[in-house]
């Protein structure tokens, strides 16, 4: 699940200079608690680390029915194929429902802990590591499933049992050094984006059940909000959500983007001590009228997560493009790729970060006018792409190694989930749903378990099966309350399809007309095509390129930090020096800060990735740090200044840390 809402076009960023947008004061301005990264196996990632080449894995499935299928038969062989085409990482999607039996209850479902349990056994076992997404919204066994993280903005009952999941998750996963990190992610708390919707009385009752009311009323005067909406409240709790294209809804933004550090990322992680988040790299539109834009949106006041051990994003080509259907050659993408990192790291500094959906070829449904890159020249782009990686990120994962269908029978191999299906006389034994001649089958699909804007206008239903003789045709099938009625003969290859039209609600009834033993079916209106491998797992041309791109990224070589040119450095600054080891060394700076700054950052220092000391950023003269000599190495040192906060000064479109006028290493 891709979703794609409001590309950053990059000639309109400019535009954020000229607008002054109020800020929960000073984004990360709220001083973090101390924080110690766990004690565990987990090898260290820095300078010459290995870098994680991962990619999701689905088996025979999707990220929304893979959990109902019979996964682990095909995850030994599927690992090692996914080693031999150099990918040292697996990406598991974990989803809440699915895994907890209904909102409310954050104890996991005793199989599936036993099956994620076997499958990380299965990648340790290949010599893989392992991401977990967790908090995924979606599973096919599970009615509506989409609505829980909806819920999870307006319940505290609901929130206390989703991070009661996620600890629970942690006590499954702490002691195995094959799982690197976990992360959730901003596209499954994105819902309460569409809360501006509704009407006047809607939007004032999810003003008050989100607590944006109480946001409001901490960190925004009344008077600024009601310059915003244009109006006379007297009250924070007459203060409804905006409507989507008011410029008030600005401040939703900034509210959402608050929310997702303090109420759902912080306490995740004290949960699961190992956690990160996909971070929303795309902008959003803020409009002064319908069709009238105002500003863009960035949600960086979210980027910098307080004491993640890694960053996680996403990225596609399109991202900073006009995405009028245009096609895009691999040196452009590759410019947009460096400046999206480059973008990210002047945020977040020094930490690792990971890209997990590495969205090289994009056709995620709904977005079809994305800038793409020419399918022939993906080869090309990989090549460009290598060296932005190695020195810009950690790691990257594909979505999705291996194409898949859009399948929207919750589970294909019928292996989990029968109750989902309606029947007489149909017996399931594990393996098999087998069905006798007058035996039926039914089940409505929504058109929303298609998972594509608008649903597909068609969908085609295949069947895998076997019969007990050779008369065909061996099962009628039914659509739409009996408007279509079709036959299938499945006696000859055991496989069969039939292309049928989708409805809001589609009725899907089938009929044995003699013994029939079902393996697999599915009903898919999309199939996507991002994968290196088919659905069938043989590798696609592009696979050479993408094994290619593997065997270079061995190691992670961070690029420097550079300052701007008026000296500002932004979340963290290097420098490199020559000194010897044996002498005794110590560092001499002097900072700035303008009077009007709302804090006094701290200023990290390490050498070639040793902690020395820490100093404020103030103007108290020079400052002087020993240097032990166990941080120096023979020839040149890299320095690196990483700052607690950054502000982005009304007027600046640069998130800035700390003015450094001078930085120098001397022997004493």
Same mark, same amino acid.
């Given at each position: ?32 608690? %101390? ?10 990632? /820095?300078? /010459? ?36 085409? &150099? ?68 319940? %505290? ?28 992610s901003w596209e499954d708390l994105w819902a309460v984006a569409g809360f501006g919707d509704g009407g ?164 995620? @449904? ?164 991002? &994968? ?27 690029? @420097? ?19 010897? @080891? ?17 804090? %006094? ?26 240097? @032990? ?37 001397? %022997?004493?």
């Open positions: 699940m891709n979703p794609r809402i409001g590309l950053l076009a990059l000639a309109l960023v400019a535009v954020l200079a000229a607008i002054a947008v109020w800020k929960w004061p000073g984004g990360e301005a709220d001083v973090a608690p %101390e924080w110690t990264p766990p004690a565990t196996g987990v090898e260290p990632i /820095g300078p /010459g680390a290995g870098y994680l080449r991962g990619a999701h894995w689905f088996g025979e499935g999707w990220a929304v029915n893979f959990w109902n299928t019979r996964l682990e038969e095909r995850a030994a062989e599927d690992f090692a194929t996914l080693r031999a085409d &150099g990918f040292n990482t697996v990406v598991l999607v974990v989803p809440w429902p699915g895994f907890s039996a209904s909102p409310g209850e954050g104890r996991i479902d005793p199989e599936r802990a036993r099956r994620l349990e076997s499958l990380l056994d299965l990648a340790s076992e290949a010599g893989l590591n392992v991401v977990l997404r967790l908090g995924y919204a979606w599973d096919a066994s599970v009615a509506q499933s989409g609505q829980w993280l909806t819920v999870l903005w307006l319940d %505290e009952d609901v929130r206390q049992a989703w991070l009661r999941h996620m600890a629970a998750v942690w006590a499954l996963v702490e002691d195995r050094p094959e799982v690197r990190f976990a992360f959730i006047p009385e809607k939007r004032l009752d999810l003003a008050w059940r989100t607590g944006f009311q109480d946001w409001l009323r901490r960190y925004v005067p009344l008077e600024v909000v009601n310059a915003r909406y244009g109006a006379s409240y007297t009250d924070f709790s007459q203060v409804p959500v905006a409507q989507r294209q008011h410029p008030a809804f600005g401040l939703f933004f900034d509210f959402i983007d608050h929310a997702w550090v303090e109420r759902f990322f912080r306490p995740a992680q004290a949960a699961f001590p190992r956690m990160s988040m996909e971070v929303r790299i795309d902008s959003d539109p803020v409009w002064n009228a319908p069709g009238e834009l105002a500003y863009w949106h960035s949600h960086e006041l979210a980027w910098d997560l307080p004491g993640a051990e890694w960053i996680t994003v996403y990225w596609a080509p399109a991202m900073g493009g006009e995405n009028q259907g245009e096609m895009l050659s691999p040196e452009t993408a590759a410019e947009r790729l460096a400046y999206q990192m480059n973008r990210l790291r002047r945020v977040t500094g020094d930490r690792p970060i990971f890209i997990d959906q590495f969205l090289v070829e994009d056709f995620t @449904p709904g977005f079809e006018n994305n800038g793409r890159l020419p399918r022939d020249q993906v080869d090309d782009f990989l090549a460009l792409a290598a060296p932005v990686l190695e020195t810009l990120t950690h790691g990257y994962a594909l979505w999705t190694w291996r194409d898949y269908l859009h399948n929207a029978v919750p589970s294909p191999d019928f292996s989990a989930a029968p109750e989902q299906w309606a029947g007489v006389g149909a017996a399931a034994d594990g393996m098999t749903l087998s069905l006798e001649p007058g035996d039926r089958l039914w089940r409505d699909f929504t058109i929303h378990e298609f998972h594509a804007p608008g649903g597909p206008e068609s969908a085609l239903l295949c069947l895998d099966a076997v019969v007990d003789g050779d008369t065909a045709p061996d099962l009628l099938v039914e659509t739409v309350s009996g408007e279509l009625r079709s036959e299938i003969d499945v006696s000859g290859s055991g496989e069969a399809c039939l292309d049928l039209p989708v409805e809001p609600v589609t009725t899907v009834a089938l009929e044995a007309l003699q013994p029939v033993a079902l393996f697999s079916m599915s009903f898919s209106g999309f199939t996507q095509p991002t &994968g290196i491998r088919d659905v069938d797992g043989q590798p696609k041309p592009v696979a050479t390129a993408w094994r290619d791109l593997n065997a270079a990224l061995v190691s992670a070589d961070p690029a @420097p930090f550079e300052a701007w040119e008026d000296g500002w450095m932004g979340k963290s600054l290097t420098a490199r020096f020559r000194a010897d @080891p044996e002498e005794d060394t110590e560092l001499v700076f002097r900072t700035h800060l303008p009077g009007a700054w709302p804090f %006094e950052p701290e200023l990290t220092v390490t050498v070639n990735g040793e902690v020395v000391g820490s100093a404020p950023c103030n103007d108290d003269g020079a400052q002087r740090m020993p240097v @032990p000599g166990s941080a120096l190495v023979n020839g040149l040192q890299e320095l690196t200044l990483t700052v607690d906060r950054t502000w982005r000064p009304e007027g600046d479109e640069r998130r800035l840390g700390c003015l450094v006028q001078g930085l120098e290493l001397i %022997e004493r």
